[in-house]
């Protein structure tokens, strides 16, 4: 899978939206780019994953830049349970094999 | 739907013991991983199977791991004998194969201690 560049850490006011980067550069056109998140003592979870369109769900936006060398996931009203390690992943489109994960971003949602 | 179920949630044993993880996958769902997740070297894939059969086991540390699905609704991670570097949560994850969407499940985790 391709490698994926994230900041360590960010933080957002509750109620505002958390806008969290990442840069795959070196993605191949047939690589997908997956969010999942890891809330504190849990197991992750997915959020959204996309190819080359925007996408959205009811737990965020994925905004994928056109020559897909970045995205940002969008939380749009961000509340203290989102407060959680995201890691943004890039894998074959269908692809049946793990997950690569990096050191994701730590969100800190503020009160 | 219950989720991915694992047992025991903590287990706390001495080196050179066995230690047996167990993993419930979600029912119907075509893929199981396990996972390990330390400080150091964050989330690891060990190994993963499809319709019971082990695909990739090229993240299992040593000989000392292994893993076993011997039907579609129960698999297990062993380790003998442990050592305290074995210390650390081991995921197990499960996954429906479609076409274009492959999200993984996880359950809540196994936290091993080895003293």
């Known amino acids: 899978d391709a490698k994926t560049t994230q900041p360590t850490s960010m933080d957002c006011a509750e109620g505002r939206a958390a806008n969290l980067p990442c840069n795959h550069s070196?993605?191949?056109?047939?690589?997908?780019v997956y969010w999942y998140r890891q809330i504190h003592s849990q197991g992750p979870q997915y959020i959204i994953h996309?190819?080359?369109n925007n996408e959205t769900n009811e737990m965020a936006s994925l905004i994928i830049t056109e020559d897909r060398k970045s995205s940002t996931l969008i939380l749009p009203h961000a509340t203290l349970r989102d407060t959680a390690v995201y890691y943004c992943i890039v894998r074959v489109r269908g692809g049946a094999d793990g997950l690569t994960f990096g050191k994701g971003t730590h969100l800190i949602i503020q009160p | 739907d219950a989720g991915v179920i694992q047992s025991p949630r903590h287990e706390v044993t001495e080196m050179g013991q066995e230690v047996t993880l167990r993993c419930k996958p979600i029912s119907g769902h075509d893929y199981l991983f396990w996972y390990r997740q330390t400080m150091m070297r964050g989330l690891e894939l060990l190994i993963y199977?499809?319709?019971?059969?082990?695909?990739?086991d090229s993240g299992m540390p040593e000989d000392r791991f292994s893993a076993k699905m011997p039907n579609a609704s129960f698999s297990t991670l062993k380790i003998q004998p442990s050592e305290p570097r074995d210390s650390a949560v081991y995921f197990c994850?499960?996954?429906?194969?479609?076409?274009?969407?492959?999200?993984?499940?996880f359950g809540p985790g196994t936290r091993l201690t080895v003293t």
């Open positions: 070196t993605i191949s056109g047939n690589e997908y």
């Open positions: 199977f499809n319709n019971n059969v082990p695909i990739d």
């Open positions: 994850a499960s996954s429906p194969y479609r076409a274009q969407r492959h999200e993984q499940y």
């Open positions: 996309g190819l080359k």
